[in-house]
């Protein structure tokens, strides 16, 4: 049986294999693995694309991730919250131009109580019951999620940044640890949330032996969706003159995934676009079959700056649903109106 044969029927690696398909330079290989991850895809979810509205809703975080453009000790970014009216306003642009999920995302704010985020959410729901919400706000106690859920967050993503002790020492300070971010995850799942994890790839530290783990991770969490983007330096950060990662690795870790894990949603993130400008479709064509626009008010959105040179930050990306229909349109693909759930 071929490599890639054996990786998508026993759905797992070794890290021989990993190490492989990341370095080969062998393109009749490299291209079986793209189209083999594209036919899993097409087999779980056809031609079809799901989008999800992203609002950020504040970049306030008392975290403060090496990697990160909007940890606390940035002094440079200029902080912004979104009332729960301005939210809500940006999800009934978003029904009209035919989103069915909202992602709420922000720092970890502690200003947004959890009294605040489950107004928040119960509202979106009842205004739109045929939508779902997704919150990524980071580490919360077992007892807020609950409060989430009971209150309508159907999602959460909370990317474990790196599955590697070690590697999760090196992008982050002291007061944070991977055992309990992996916890977060686990309380997730169990309370019921279609749970996504995650990890940037090329960050500052990461070995193979890293990112076997955070694949090793994946198979033994069996997220619902994961996020994978790459690094992307921020120049106020302590990462500032750190290489990014690179497109080919970001398309070659998404077939991989989508092999060992055929059902996960698997977005094509920002930061792909941002490295490259077809990397989101690149993504879609390598196996990722989500696609998150952004509905933040256009007077925020240059200011919630995880990394340099973010795209669709300027008033011209007004319509970002419209120009995702029209990248997925042009190779191939159908963005469908729909939540999107996992299947
Ligand atoms: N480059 C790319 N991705 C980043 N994130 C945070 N900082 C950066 C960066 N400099 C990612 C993290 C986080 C998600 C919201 O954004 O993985 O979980
Ligand atoms: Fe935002 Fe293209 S998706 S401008």
Request: with cysteine.
């Amino acid at each position: 049986m071929s490599l890639i044969e054996e990786i998508r029927t026993r759905q797992n690696i070794t890290k021989d294999q990993l190490v492989h398909l990341l370095t080969t330079e062998d393109e009749s290989l490299l291209t079986r693995l793209k189209i083999t991850a594209r036919a899993v895809a097409d087999s779980v979810y056809g031609n079809q694309i799901f989008i999800r509205g992203l609002i950020e809703f504040t970049n306030y975080c008392k975290n403060d991730c090496y990697y990160c453009g909007i940890r606390r000790s940035n002094t440079r970014s200029d902080r912004y919250r979104l009332t729960e009216d301005q939210i809500l306003s940006c999800c009934q642009n978003g029904y009209e131009l035919g989103f069915r999920t909202f992602v709420l995302q922000g720092g970890e704010d502690p200003w947004y109580s959890d009294d605040k985020i489950c107004a928040v959410v119960s509202r979106i729901r009842s205004s739109y019951p045929d939508c779902a919400v997704t919150l990524s706000i980071g580490e919360k106690s077992e007892e807020s999620y609950q409060r989430f859920f009971d209150a309508g967050a159907d999602r959460y993503l909370l990317r474990h940044e790196t599955a590697d002790e070690t590697h999760y020492r090196k992008l982050h300070p002291e007061e944070m640890s991977l055992s309990h971010r992996k916890n977060c995850l686990r309380t997730l799942k169990r309370i019921g949330y279609q749970t996504g994890c995650g990890f940037m790839v090329g960050s500052p530290f990461q070995t193979m032996d890293s990112l076997y783990e955070d694949l090793m991770f994946i198979l033994e969490l069996q997220p619902e969706m994961t996020g994978i983007g790459p690094f992307i330096p921020h120049k106020d950060t302590p990462f500032a003159d750190r290489p990014a990662g690179t497109l080919d690795r970001t398309l070659r870790l998404l077939s991989i995934i989508r092999l060992l894990h055929p059902h996960v949603l698997l977005p094509a993130t920002t930061a792909l676009g941002t490295i490259h400008p077809l990397g989101r479709e690149m993504g879609i064509q390598a196996g990722a079959n989500v696609v998150m626009p952004n509905l933040s008010p256009t007077d925020v959105r240059g200011k919630y700056l995880l990394y340099d040179n973010k795209i669709c930050t300027g008033d011209e990306a007004a319509e970002c649903r419209c120009c995702m229909q029209r990248r997925m349109e042009g190779i191939g693909y159908e963005v469908v109106t729909d939540r999107g759930d996992f299947r």
